[in-house]
């Protein structure tokens, strides 16, 4: 009898267990403006219930989560109705989790010029490091992130690489800073990426697919996915991808989608313009074939009054410079930023390279400070005698 009762208790135990749903990726910030912003997470379950609380606004749930992989539930609550340059305390609860006292501040309205603070990051595909410098940026309380790519260190068709190099280091840090990411090589086909981050609700009709624009008070923001190479091709030809054709696409498409963005109105209104994308046009592993895309659309953004272009993808920080392709000085900016280094010594921070050849970085870049029309780039860099990111002796200044 004593048997049965162990026996049956198991069993119940089982079952309940097996309904039993988890927080798989804890709620993140997304798609913050001057009004609104979203709050996404994934379950394990349907009936996790997404409650968000946000002081003063109200009480928001999502009850009708989206299966994007089986047995994976994406929620998301929209908050609407917020005013522009504000701090909101909020709490949530998820599952069994509940957190309070959180915070995010929304946008300044389009083309105020307000100073707006956002951190460059990118190759989060360490997970030591990632939360090192996930940490070390919640720390400069930015606006935003902008990732310049390869969130994931594998294959971004596997799950798990979310979740490792991605979503659980950084988790604190997306809890109060919303992120706009750029799709880089290892986001292959791009799937999960765009289930994650689909364009921003402002974006131009071409968005999709790591293609998408956004304003932040004065500033303009696009990303661009330029990668060579789909899934199993290789690095052999330019491949960009558009959410409209859901496939291939080329150089023409690219074009028109810069043309489009910069004929908006609101775009020619704004201050400043920026780039990001993963790979620099200056990387030593790419093809020919991505120089003739550089040399086709750099006169498109000189054109269209670009200022910087933010890069990934070499794991190596360069510093401010004019891009310069096949000789031609842009007048336009780049940085590249890094963090991703391999090795044995991935688990050892103290070992992480110090090597300018191959150091890991982030930037904060500071617009309108002080009411003047000016841009402060300011790179950090590993110091790994302090094991900690420092602000390098070199900051950038510009002007509009
Ligand atoms: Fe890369």
Same mark, same amino acid.
């Given at each position: 009898?004593?048997?049965?009762?162990?026996?049956?208790? *198991?069993?119940?135990?089982?079952i309940?267990s097996g309904?039993?749903?988890?927080?798989?990726?804890?709620?993140?910030?997304?798609?913050?403006?001057?009004?609104?912003?979203?709050?996404?997470?994934? *379950?394990?379950?349907?009936?996790?219930?997404?409650?968000?609380?946000?002081?003063?606004?109200?009480?928001?749930?999502?009850?009708?989560?989206?299966?994007?992989?089986?047995?994976?539930?994406?929620?998301?609550?929209?908050?609407?109705?917020?005013?522009?340059?504000?701090?909101?305390?909020?709490s949530?609860?998820?599952?069994?989790?509940?957190?309070?006292?959180?915070?995010?501040?929304?946008?300044?309205?389009?083309?105020?010029?307000?100073e707006?603070?956002?951190?460059?990051?990118?190759?989060?595909?360490?997970?030591?490091?990632?939360?090192? #410098?996930?940490?070390?940026?919640?720390?400069?309380?930015?606006?935003? @992130?902008?990732?310049?790519?390869?969130?994931?260190?594998?294959?971004?068709?596997?799950?798990?690489?979310?979740?490792?190099?991605?979503?659980?280091?950084?988790?604190?840090?997306?809890?109060?800073?919303?992120?706009f990411?750029?799709?880089?090589?290892?986001?292959?086909?791009?799937?999960?990426?765009?289930q994650?981050?689909?364009?921003?609700?402002?974006?131009?009709?071409? #968005?999709?697919?790591?293609?998408?624009?956004?304003?932040?008070?004065?500033?303009?923001?696009?990303?661009?996915?330029?990668?060579?190479?789909?899934?199993?091709?290789?690095d052999?030809?330019?491949?960009?991808?558009?959410?409209?054709?859901?496939?291939?696409?080329?150089?023409?498409?690219?074009?028109?989608m810069?043309?489009? /963005?910069?004929?908006?109105?609101?775009?020619?209104?704004?201050?400043?313009?920026?780039?990001? @994308?993963?790979?620099?046009?200056?990387?030593?592993?790419?093809?020919?074939?991505?120089?003739?895309?550089?040399?086709?659309? @750099?006169?498109?953004?000189?054109?269209?009054?670009?200022?910087?272009?933010?890069? *990934?993808?070499?794991?190596?920080?360069?510093?401010?410079?004019?891009?310069?392709?096949?000789?031609?000085?842009s007048?336009?900016?780049?940085?590249?930023?890094?963090?991703?280094?391999?090795?044995?010594?991935?688990?050892?921070?103290?070992?992480?390279?110090? /090597?300018?050849?191959?150091?890991?970085?982030f #930037?904060?870049?500071?617009?309108?400070?002080?009411?003047?029309?000016?841009?402060?780039?300011?790179?950090?860099?590993?110091?790994?005698?302090?094991?900690?990111?420092?602000?390098?002796?070199?900051?950038?200044?510009?002007?509009?």
């Amino acid at each position: 009898m004593k048997n049965m009762f162990v026996f049956l208790t *198991g069993i119940l135990f089982c079952i309940c267990s097996g309904l039993e749903s988890k927080a798989l990726v804890e709620p993140y910030l997304y798609d913050m403006s001057d009004t609104g912003v979203q709050f996404r997470a994934v *379950g394990s379950g349907t009936k996790d219930l997404l409650k968000v609380k946000v002081e003063g606004n109200g009480e928001y749930t999502c009850e009708n989560p989206v299966e994007i992989q089986p047995k994976k539930y994406l929620y998301s609550a929209e908050i609407k109705g917020l005013s522009p340059s504000t701090a909101y305390t909020y709490s949530f609860s998820f599952g069994k989790k509940e957190i309070s006292g959180l915070s995010f501040r929304t946008a300044p309205g389009t083309a105020e010029p307000k100073e707006v603070k956002f951190a460059v990051w990118g190759d989060t595909q360490t997970i030591v490091m990632d939360i090192k #410098a996930a940490d070390s940026i919640a720390a400069l309380k930015p606006d935003f @992130l902008l990732h310049v790519g390869d969130l994931v260190r594998g294959d971004g068709r596997n799950w798990k690489e979310w979740t490792d190099y991605f979503f659980d280091p950084a988790r604190a840090l997306l809890m109060s800073v919303p992120v706009f990411p750029v799709p880089g090589n290892h986001e292959q086909g791009v799937e999960l990426f765009s289930q994650f981050f689909p364009a921003p609700k402002s974006s131009s009709k071409h #968005a999709g697919n790591g293609y998408y624009s956004f304003d932040y008070g004065n500033a303009h923001f696009v990303s661009v996915h330029l990668w060579y190479g789909a899934p199993g091709a290789g690095d052999k030809s330019p491949v960009l991808y558009n959410a409209n054709k859901n496939g291939r696409d080329d150089v023409a498409e690219l074009k028109a989608m810069l043309a489009g /963005d910069a004929a908006s109105p609101v775009t020619k209104a704004q201050t400043w313009k920026f780039l990001y @994308l993963h790979v620099p046009p200056d990387a030593k592993n790419g093809p020919e074939s991505m120089k003739q895309v550089w040399k086709e659309i @750099l006169p498109l953004l000189k054109a269209y009054g670009f200022d910087m272009a933010f890069f *990934g993808h070499k794991h190596i920080f360069s510093d401010t410079r004019e891009l310069v392709v096949d000789g031609e000085d842009s007048g336009i900016k780049g940085m590249t930023v890094g963090l991703y280094w391999s090795g044995k010594e991935d688990w050892d921070l103290k070992k992480a390279p110090s /090597d300018p050849s191959c150091v890991p970085s982030f #930037a904060l870049v500071t617009l309108n400070k002080s009411g003047k029309k000016e841009a402060v780039v300011q790179p950090y860099i590993w110091d790994r005698e302090h094991v900690e990111f420092a602000p390098s002796v070199k900051e950038t200044v510009f002007f509009r």
